[in-house]
C-alpha cells in the first residue's frame, strides 16, 4: 500500500512541474542530491585552487602577472567561496545534516555562484587589469580551474547550466584577449569539450523522455490499481507533512467521516482518532509516540471519529523521506475493522450469555460467583447463592411444544432480572435451571424476601399464544459469610437446598443447613453400596397374593424388592428406589426383578402370574422388550404369565415413541396393568390407545371406604364401571379389614391385595402357602378399620406406686400407646406418663407382653398432624414395600 502511495505522490508531483526538462530537473530530488554530492567532492577542486593560487602568487617568474588589487581580491574571494563550499559539503556527511531542509538548496545555489560566477568574474578582472605576459600566465590558470570546474559539472551531470556558466565567462575573456592564443586553444578545446557533452546530454533528455514515459505508464496503472483497491472498500490511503497534517487522504474516509475531502487536507490526522479513556487509550498512546518519534507502526486499532456511530479502523504508518534523508512526513494504510469487531462482539455474546434468554450462561455465572466472592487483592467477600427450578416446566414442554416453552423461558428470564435488578446476576444453567449471584447480601430476611418475592411473581400466570400456563418455582438458597468457601462448595450447598425444597413440596425455598450434606453423603453411600448389592446378592424378591374376589383363590402375587445390606442392615425401599432411578440404576436392577420373577413363576406352575412394576426410566429403555422375551424363554414360561405393572408417570411423555412401547409390550404377550389409577396424570385418554388387561385402584381410595362418611365408595365404583366397559380387570390394593373387603366385593372389583390375604413372603413361604391351602386364600384380620396410629421412638417418664422409669413409646394414637422397657405389668395398673415438662396424663395398663405394655389414656388426646403416616400408601417402584402392620 505505501509503495503503491509512493506512486501516486511521485505522480502528482510530476503532473504539477513546468513544461522544460531543466525545470522538471531542478524540481526533483536528484537535482538536489547530484550538486550535494558534487559539494561533498569539493575538496579537490578546493587543493588544485589552492596550489594555482600559491603558484601563481609566489613562485619566481608566475608571480608578476597580479598588478593589481582588485586581482588579488577576485582570486581571494573564488579562494573563500570553494573553502565555503567544501564545508558544506563535509557538513552534509554529518547525521544531522538530514535535518537542515536548506542545506542542499544552499549546496546548490553555491555551486551555482562559485562554478560561473567567480570564473566569469576572474577572466573578466585578469583581462582587463592585466599585463600581455600576465594574461599568458593566466591562461595557464584559466585552464587548470576551467578543468577543475568541469570534472564537477560532469560528475553532476549538469550540462547545460555548466555551458550557459563557462560559455558566457569564455565568450568574454576571448573577447578581450583574443591576441593569446594559449586562451584561443584553450577556448577551442573547451567548445569541442561542448560539443560533445551537448551531443551526449541530448541522447541523455532522450532516454530520460522515454523512461519518464514508461515510468508514467507504470505510475498511472499504479494508481489505477489504488483507486479500485479504495473503491472496493478493502483499505485506504492518508500521507501527511512533516508537521503531522493531512495531505491526502482516501475519498472513501471522508465520505464514511461524512466530510468533503478538502476539510480534512491542513488538519492533524489525528483529528480522525476519537479519544478514549482508562484502558482502551493504550492504542491511542502507542499512535502518538509513533508519530512524534518519527518511528514505523503497524496495525493500531483506533476508533474513527465518526459522529453518532461506532466505527474501528485498523492503521498502519511508516515515516517518510527525501533523497537527503530529511523527514517528509508519514505514509500509511487503513482498513476498516467495524464488521469484524461486531462479529467479535456478537461471538462473545455467545460465548458468555445464553442464546435464548440473554441472561449470563453457565460459564459467564460461574466467572461471576468467583469475582463476588474474592475481590481485587483475593480476599473473600460475603455472597449469596439462588439455585432456582420450575416446577412443571417439562409439562408444558411436552403438551404445548418447545417453542412455546421458549416463550416460556424467555417471560421467566424477564420476570426474574425485574425481581433482582441491581441487587444481583441472574444466569441460565440450562434447561428451566436458572442462578442468581447476590454479592454482600447475606441477611436471612432479605434473602427469604428476594426468594419469595420470585416465587411469587413465577406462580403468576403467563400469556402465551392466548394461552394461560400456570408454573411455579423452587429455590435452594446457600450463603457465604467471608468465611473463603469455594464457588463450587457454594453451588453444592444451593444445589442440595434446591433438593430440599423439591422435596417439601415444591413452590418453596429453603436455606442450606450442615444436616443436608449429611443426607447427601448418605445418599451418596448408598447409591455406591447399591452398584454393588446385585453383585453380592444383597437383594431379594418378596411375593404378596393377589386374590380372586369371586373364587377367593390365589390367581398371582406381585413382586416386591428388598435390601438385605451386609447380612443384617436392611434399607428401606423408600430410600434406595429413588436413588436407584435418578442413578440410572433401575435399569438392571429392573432387568434382574424381571429374570428373578419369570424363574419364581416356573416354580408356581403354569395357573399363576407374577407382577411386577416398571419404571419411566426402564419404559423408555428400547431394550426392554428384548430382555423380557429373554427372560420369559430362559424361563420356559408363557409370556401372558408376567404382568407389568406401569404408572401413570409415564404419560407425562404422550410421544409416539411411548404408544410404539406400549404396542411393542402387547406383542411380546405379556398383561400390562395401569398402576396407581387415579393417583396421577388423568390417564382417561390413553385407556382407549395402550392396550391395557388390568387396572389397579390406588390404596389411597380402598382405606377407610367402607366409612359410611367417605366418599371412596362411588370413586372405586366408578373405576371398576369405566374397567369394565374397556373389558378390563380391577385389583383393589391395600385391603386391611373385612368392611372393606365387603365393599369391594360388593362393588364388583375382580380382583384383591392387601394384609388381609397375606404379608409379603419369600418364595419358599410361597411355595408352602400354595400346597397347604390349595390355591385357596383366607381373609384374616380386622373387621373394621382401627383408629390411626403414629408409629415413633420416644423416651418417656412414667411414673408408678413412688417409683420412677424410662421406657421408650413406640406406637401413639389419641386413646393409647405401646411402650417398651416396663416388664411384667399388671393388667390394670395405673401410670402417669410424663411426655415432657408441661405434657403429663394418666392412663392405664391394659396388656402386658415380656417388656411391651399396651396402655389406654385416662382422656382422648388430640395429636393432630402426628396422625396419618400409619394409613399412607408407601412408595412402590420395581418392587412393593408393604405398610407398617
Partial sequence: MANTLGVRHSISRGASGGSSDDESLLQTPEFVGRMMRVAQLWHYVLIGRTVAFFAFAFVPGLSGFLSHPLQWATLVAGLLCDVALTVIGQCSRLRWAHRIEWLPTLAAASLALVGAGTFFVSIGTFAALGTPDALSHLDAFSAIRLGTVLVAAAAAAIVRPA????????????????????????????????????????????????????????????????????????????????????????????????RPAEDLLGRPFTDMIRKRGGADESEERTLGF??????????????????????????????????????????????????????????????????????????????????????????????????????????VNDTMGHP????????????????????????????????????????????????????????????IEGERIRIGSSIGIAISESDGIGSLALVRNADLALYAAKDAGRGVYRFYADAMHNQASERKAIEDALRDALAKDELKLLYQP?????????????????????????????????????????????????????????????????????????????????TILSAVAAAGIRPDQLELEITEGVFLDESPENLEMFQRLKRTGVRLALDDFGTGYSALGYLKKAPFDK????????????????????????????????KMETTAEGVETHDDLALIRGLGCSHVQGYIYGKPMTVEEVLALLADGNGKAVAQGYKSAREA?????????????????????????????????????????????????????????????????????????????????????????????????
Fill in 789 to 885: 396410629r403414629m408409629r415413633t421412638f420416644r423416651t418417656i417418664q412414667i411414673a408408678s406406686g413412688g417409683y420412677r422409669y424410662e421406657a421408650i413409646v413406640r406406637n401413639l394414637s389419641s386413646r393409647g400407646a405401646l411402650i417398651e422397657g416396663l416388664w411384667n405389668v399388671p393388667e390394670g395398673t395405673s401410670l402417669l406418663i410424663e411426655f415432657g415438662a408441661d405434657v403429663v396424663m394418666d392412663a392405664e395398663a391394659r396388656w402386658s407382653d415380656g417388656n411391651r405394655v399396651g396402655v389406654r389414656f385416662a382422656q382422648v388426646v388430640d395429636i393432630g398432624a402426628l396422625v396419618g403416616g400409619a394409613g399412607a400408601k408407601e412408595r412402590r417402584t420395581g418392587g412393593r414395600i408393604d405398610r407398617a402392620a
Fill in 163 to 258: 555551458f550557459f556558466a563557462f560559455a558566457g565567462g569564455t565568450a568574454i575573456g576571448g573577447a578581450i584577449g583574443i591576441a593569446s592564443w594559449p586562451f584561443g586553444i584553450a577556448g577551442i578545446i573547451f567548445l569541442g569539450m561542448l560539443v560533445v557533452m551537448m551531443r551526449e546530454d541530448i541522447r541523455h533528455q532522450r532516454r530520460a523522455t522515454r523512461v519518464r514515459r514508461q515510468s508514467g505508464s507504470e505510475q498511472q496503472r499504479a494508481l489505477g490499481l489504488m483507486r479500485d483497491f479504495e473503491r472496493a472498500g478493502r483499505g485506504w490511503f492518508w500521507e501527511t507533512d512533516r508537521n503531522g497534517d493531512l495531505v491526502y487522504i482516501s475519498p472513501t474516509v471522508a465520505a464514511k467521516l461524512d
Fill in 695 to 726: 387396572i389397579k385402584i390406588d390404596q389411597s381410595f380402598v382405606l377407610g371406604a367402607a366409612d359410611p362418611s367417605s366418599m371412596n365408595a362411588a370413586i372405586i365404583s366408578s373405576i371398576v364401571g369405566l374397567a369394565t366397559a374397556l
Fill in 404 to 463: 412455546v416453552g421458549d416463550q416460556l423461558l424467555q417471560q421467566v428470564a424477564a420476570r426474574l432480572t425485574q425481581v433482582v435488578g441491581d441487587k444481583g446476576q441472574v444466569g441460565r444453567l440450562g434447561g428451566d435451571e436458572f442462578q442468581i449471584v447476590l454479592p454482600q447480601i447475606t441477611q436471612v430476611e432479605k434473602l427469604a424476601g428476594i426468594a419469595n418475592a420470585i416465587i411469587l411473581s413465577l406462580a403468576k400466570p403467563f400469556l
Fill in 546 to 626: 393377589i386374590v380372586n374376589v369371586g373364587s377367593e383363590r390365589i390367581s398371582g402375587f406381585e413382586a416386591l424388592i428388598r435390601w438385605q445390606q451386609g447380612g443384617d442392615a436392611v434399607i428401606s425401599p423408600s430410600k434406595f428406589i429413588p436413588i436407584a432411578e435418578e442413578s440410572n440404576l433401575i435399569v438392571p436392577i429392573g432387568e434382574w426383578i424381571i429374570r428373578t420373577a419369570c424363574a419364581t413363576i416356573a416354580r408356581l406352575g403354569q395357573e399363576y402370574r407374577v407382577a411386577v412394576n416398571v419404571s419411566p426410566r426402564q419404559f423408555a429403555n428400547e431394550k426392554l422388550p428384548a
Fill in 290 to 395: 509513533s508519530l512524534s518519534s518519527r518511528t514505523p507502526f503497524n496495525d493500531l486499532t483506533v476508533q474513527a471519529a465518526v459522529a453518532g456511530e461506532e466505527r474501528w479502523w485498523s492503521i498502519s504508518g511508516h515515516p517518510i523521506s527525501n533523497a537527503l534523508g530529511n523527514f517528509q512526513g508519514f505514509r500509511g494504510s487503513g482498513t476498516d475493522l467495524t464488521e469484524k469487531r461486531k462479529s467479535e462482539q456478537q461471538i462473545n455474546q455467545l460465548a458468555r450469555y445464553d442464546t435464548l434468554t440473554g441472561l449470563a450462561n453457565r460459564l459467564h455465572i460461574t466467572d461471576l460467583l468467583e469475582r463476588a466472592l474474592k475481590n481485587h487483592l483475593g480476599q473473600a467477600q460475603p455472597c449469596a447463592l439462588l439455585l432456582m427450578d420450575l416446577d412443571r416446566f417439562k409439562a
